[in-house]
Each structure stands twice: as structure tokens, then as C-alpha cells.
């Protein structure tokens, strides 16, 4: 296994100058990251099967294997690929634009930047055994990366959103959302132990107490948990804008965005402080540990 092949570089060059295309603004070059970012995932996998020892060459040809082929060749040596519906829809739209002059928009950009982040920072680490983040600042600044959530600025660890907010104020919300819901993770181990998508979790009973615990430890404000209805419809939104067309009203997104980033900081308070919900039957409840 080799981090230093040249497929390896080719496929964090791509990943990287994707986020700076996406940081860039500029939608006339949203489709290269789409383009960028299919073509990484294509070359890693090819590295991978050099590193198995298997030939990415089809037989009796110079064509290296397609997409298909690699997953199932994957498959035999078992490098298991869990992203791979979302894996096939990139590719899909990445053909689509190479032959059909498709267009995607910030979203659905920044939803293929987020998995295929998420996508890489796994595969990384379980077969290559190195991180992400450190690969990628040879390539990208502490800025972009922070942007995208790889790292964390303690002064003011949040400020990407507001950047990210600048160029795509759906996408802030998304990743707000997304951090707020790990941090409520954080915070109740036993009911995220249970295997639950985040979402049932953050409507059960449970979900309830811990918003009045942080109420009361003074974490957050009393009229904060109200407003979760708001941040968890608004990441629908931005998740889902094919179900909001011509929608008559215009969605706050500011008002989102400081709601996740008080959430953000009133969790990150409670759980300095040793904050962790525990289930009743326990014999602690919402205790300090």
C-alpha cells in the first residue's frame, strides 16, 4: 500500500482542487468538481487494485477497467465500498455532463463534495492508513479545509460556516445541521448506541430531556429548543429543495445558521463539562461524569 503512487497524487490533486473550485463561487465551474471529483474516486480505487495486485488494464487492451468493473474486482479482495449508491450517482451525473451539458447546481455540488469527503476520509484511513486532512494540506489551505469541516480552528472553530454561508447559504445550514446533530450524538452515547438513524433519534422522548437539561445547566438559552423545529425543517430544505419548487416563502437562512451555531455552542459548553444524558433505569440521569 503506497501513498506516494502516482494515482494516489493524482486522485488527492483532483479532491483537492475541487474544494477550491467550490470555495472559488463561481457556478460556470461547478461542473469541473463533479468532473474532479468522479475522476478521484476512479483513480483510487485503480490504486488500490495495484496494491492488490490486480492488473487495471481490460485483456488484450490499453482501456483501463470501467467503474463497474473495478467495484466488482474490489469485491473479490474485499475492499467493501458502503458509499457506493452514492458513488454511482456521481458517476452518473458526471457522465451526463460530459456528454449531455449538464449543469448541477451549489447543492447538489456541495452534497458530492460532503460524501465524497466523508467517502475519502474512511477509505484513507482503512486502507491506506493515513488521514485525510494531513494528506490534504499539502494541497489546500487551513482555510478551505476548515470550510469543509476536516478541521477545527479552536479560536473560532465555526467561523467556516459563515465563509461557507457566503458562497452557499443552503450548504452552511446543511453542515450546521450535520455538526449540531454529531454534537447531540455526543451527548446521549446510550441512545446512539442503539444503531438509529440521527433523525429518530432527535424526535424520541430522550431528545426532549436533554434539551431541558441544557436548559437548565444554562448551556443554551430557554427559548433555544423551540427553534430546532426551525433548523431541522430548514436542512430539509436544503437537502431536499426538489420537494420546495416555487415555493412562496423565502426561507431565512440567516436565522438557520444562528440557530446550529447556538446550538453549537451551548453543546460544546455542556459537554467540556462532563455532560452526558444517560437513561433513567441507569440511576443517572443527565449527570455530570
Given at each position: 500500500m503506497s501513498d506516494k503512487s502516482p494515482?494516489?497524487?493524482?486522485?488527492?490533486?483532483?479532491?483537492?482542487?475541487?474544494?477550491?473550485?467550490?470555495?472559488?463561487?463561481?457556478?460556470?465551474?461547478?461542473?469541473?468538481?463533479?468532473?474532479?471529483?468522479a475522476n478521484a474516486i476512479e483513480l483510487i480505487f485503480k490504486d488500490r487494485l495495484i496494491d492488490k495486485g490486480i492488473s487495471i488494464y481490460e485483456a488484450k487492451s490499453n482501456r483501463t477497467l470501467d467503474i463497474w468493473t473495478v467495484f466488482t474486482e474490489l469485491g473479490k479482495v474485499n475492499v467493501?465500498?458502503?458509499?457506493?449508491p452514492v458513488i454511482e450517482l456521481l458517476v452518473d451525473d458526471r457522465n451526463t455532463i460530459q456528454h449531455r451539458?449538464?449543469?448541477?447546481?451549489?447543492?447538489?455540488?456541495?452534497?458530492?463534495?460532503?460524501?465524497?469527503?466523508?467517502?475519502?476520509?474512511?477509505?484513507?484511513?482503512?486502507?491506506?492508513?493515513?488521514?485525510?486532512?494531513?494528506?490534504?494540506?499539502?494541497?489546500?489551505?487551513e482555510k478551505d479545509l476548515a470550510m469543509f469541516g476536516l478541521v477545527e480552528k479552536p479560536e473560532d472553530k465555526y467561523a467556516f460556516l459563515?465563509?461557507?454561508?457566503?458562497?452557499?447559504?443552503?450548504?452552511?445550514?446543511?453542515?450546521?445541521?450535520?455538526?449540531?446533530e454529531g454534537r447531540f450524538l455526543?451527548?446521549?452515547?446510550?441512545?446512539?448506541?442503539?444503531?438509529?438513524?440521527?433523525?429518530?433519534?432527535?424526535?424520541?422522548?430522550?431528545?426532549?430531556h436533554v434539551l431541558d437539561d441544557l436548559v437548565i445547566g444554562k448551556f443554551i438559552s430557554q427559548d433555544l429548543p423551540?427553534?430546532?423545529d426551525l433548523l431541522r425543517q430548514m436542512r430539509n430544505r436544503s437537502a431536499h429543495a426538489a420537494h420546495f419548487p416555487g415555493e412562496e416563502?423565502?426561507?431565512?437562512?440567516?436565522?438557520?445558521?444562528?440557530?446550529?451555531k447556538d446550538f453549537l455552542a451551548g453543546l460544546d459548553k455542556a459537554i467540556e463539562?462532563?455532560?452526558?444524558?444517560?437513561?433513567?433505569?441507569?440511576?443517572?440521569?443527565?449527570?455530570?461524569?
Open positions: 494515482l494516489f497524487i493524482s486522485s488527492v490533486e483532483l479532491l483537492a482542487h475541487s474544494m477550491e473550485l467550490f470555495a472559488q463561487g463561481q457556478e460556470r465551474k461547478y461542473k469541473f468538481i463533479i468532473l474532479h471529483l467493501q465500498i458502503p458509499e457506493r451539458f449538464g449543469f448541477p447546481n451549489s447543492d447538489t455540488v456541495f452534497y458530492y463534495l460532503e460524501q465524497v469527503l466523508g467517502f475519502f476520509k474512511r477509505f484513507f484511513t482503512d486502507e491506506y492508513s493515513v488521514d485525510l486532512a494531513e494528506t490534504l494540506r499539502l494541497y489546500v489551505s459563515d465563509e461557507l454561508f457566503a458562497l452557499s447559504p443552503e450548504s452552511a445550514v446543511l453542515q450546521a445541521y450535520n455538526l449540531v455526543q451527548v446521549m452515547p446510550e441512545a446512539a448506541s442503539e444503531k438509529r438513524p440521527p433523525r429518530m433519534i432527535l424526535q424520541d422522548r430522550s431528545f426532549v423551540r427553534k430546532f416563502i423565502t426561507p431565512d437562512w440567516a436565522e438557520a445558521l444562528k440557530v446550529a463539562s462532563g455532560y452526558i444524558r444517560r437513561d433513567p433505569n441507569s440511576g443517572i440521569d443527565g449527570e455530570n461524569e
